[in-house]
């Protein structure tokens, strides 16, 4: 399984002679976002054409609301984040987000109306999420779009925080400084624009883990596996009320006694008994026991050391 591959570029804000607010790569944050990332040609109109951390679709009224909000956090020094995810051919098939006899794109656009827009765009908003969690984001505004207008399906997201004081406003050394040193610390704020690899690998899990989540559920609403998933649960169930039910029975049981030693059988014999030098020679006087000691058969008489002597 290909993972995503992610790029990442920025803007930061400049001022233009008129005293408006462009960014340095030569528009506004809601030009970028409405007009580039959410082209028609580019992206599909599933209810609407973007996505954000809390929605899989805006209105166009919506949209056009989000561009202002960033557009706002540019004119306050906000650094806008251009990043683009990459999937490629394989991890589509993996994930179930084109159908399974699909062939790797031999044109652009040959993706288009193939890929399941509902399921990609909940991953999406899902990795938007754990960013603004786990990222070196204060109040993190987020935009994305799937596009298909190429080869390869590519999720293109604006980023912007909103709280830049904590770290991703930061002058253009201190940006040098912190790519020379690769900041993969979380507790040191990140570079303006930059995208550190630990925030990348949060936008991989994101989507992957989701998407897996995601196809485990639709196998859970198919009726073979939904008989075995319930078949599991029943047994699952059954064991852990066997194993509860032993350690009730363990708790309520009296201790075990120790256990006896063993019994001394030969002396337990009325017929057996230990001959004492006493006895030895009271038998061999009333010749009734060997008469060169122990172990020895008497004379005339074949014993186990031999013929008789």
Do not use: C
């Not at 989000?66 to 589509?92: I, P, W």
């Not at 399941?116 to 969690?133: N, S, T």
């Not at 201790?255 to 014999?269: C, H, I, V, Y």
């Amino acid at each position: 399984m290909g993972a995503p591959v992610v790029v990442n570029q920025y803007s930061v804000p400049k001022t233009t002679p008129g005293g408006g607010v462009k960014g340095t790569r030569g528009s506004t944050p809601s030009a970028f976002v409405l007009d580039y990332m959410a082209r028609p040609d580019a992206v599909e109109d599933v209810r609407g054409r973007i996505a954000t951390d809390t929605a899989l679709s805006l209105t166009g009224d919506q949209a056009k609301n989000l561009g202002r909000r960033f557009d706002q956090g540019f004119a306050l020094g906000g650094v806008l984040l251009k990043t683009v995810v990459s999937l490629d051919h394989q991890f589509l098939l993996d994930h179930e987000l084109v159908p399974a006899r699909t062939k790797p794109a031999a044109r652009k656009g040959a993706y288009a109306g193939l890929v399941d827009q509902a399921r990609l765009r909940e991953a999406v908003a899902h990795a938007l999420r754990r960013l603004g969690r786990q990222g070196g984001f204060g109040n993190l505004l987020a935009a994305a779009t799937v596009q298909t207008d190429t080869k390869h399906v590519h999720i293109h997201m604006a980023l912007m925080d909103l709280e830049p004081a904590l770290g991703r406003r930061q002058t253009r050394r201190a940006e040098k400084h912190a790519a020379k040193r690769e900041v993969a610390n979380r507790s040191i704020p990140p570079a303006r624009g930059t995208i550190r690899a630990s925030e990348r690998e949060v936008l991989r899990q994101g989507l992957s883990h989701h998407l897996m989540a995601t196809r485990r559920r639709a196998l859970a609403r198919t009726p073979a596996i939904a008989r075995l998933l319930a078949m599991g649960a029943k047994l699952s169930e059954a064991a852990k009320r066997l194993i509860a039910k032993r350690k009730q029975k363990d708790l309520e049981s009296p201790p075990e006694p120790p256990p006896k030693p063993p019994e001394n059988r030969l002396a337990a014999e009325p017929s057996v008994r230990r001959l004492t030098a006493f006895d030895y020679e009271t038998a061999r006087r009333e010749g009734l026991g060997p008469a060169d000691g122990p172990g020895e058969a008497p004379a005339g008489r074949p014993g186990r050391e031999g013929p008789a002597r």
